[in-house]
């Protein structure tokens, strides 16, 4: 899954680059996005990560009611990996927070300027969002099945 995911944001990133620099009225014109790309999307990552933080909290406690059940310490790699998760939630935030600023500011006033922040704004959010897809996937895993 990780491997589709990296696949997939690579394959993002190749179309925002492309579209960027051969056609940026896409990106850069487009009303909705020019709308979007804003405090609003910060504010949308800011819900999704509020959301996954309190399920990685939910997750460790799961973790330990597990671990004290059958008195082993068995999820030290998956702790590490939902730990990965959550940071990588506050860097994706913190990288959003600054290409929102760089967007602003009036050096970066060209059409493929725009594009590019236009696509990187919504790469982003699309990174938020699979490593939400991710922890969900972990919250799968460790519920039982009826």
């Excluded at 590019?116 to 699979?130: E, K, M, Q, Y």
């Amino acid at each position: 899954m990780k491997t589709i995911a990296i696949i997939a944001l690579i394959g993002a990133i190749v179309i925002v680059v492309v579209l960027s620099v051969c056609m940026p009225a896409v990106l850069a014109g487009n009303a909705f996005l020019n709308g979007f790309v804003t405090h609003e999307i910060l504010a949308m990552m800011a819900v999704i990560m509020t959301i996954s933080m309190t399920t990685i909290a939910t997750i460790h406690i799961w973790f330990n009611e597990l671990e004290q059940k059958h008195d082993k310490k068995v999820f030290g790699k998956a702790r590490k990996e939902i730990n990965q998760s959550a940071f990588y939630f506050i860097w994706i935030f913190v990288i959003q927070l600054g290409v929102l600023i760089a967007r602003s500011l009036p050096v970066f006033e060209s059409s493929v300027a725009t594009s590019l922040f236009n696509g990187a704004s919504v790469i982003l959010l699309l990174c938020t969002v699979v490593t939400l897809v991710d922890i969900m996937g972990v919250v799968r895993s460790l519920t039982p099945e009826e």
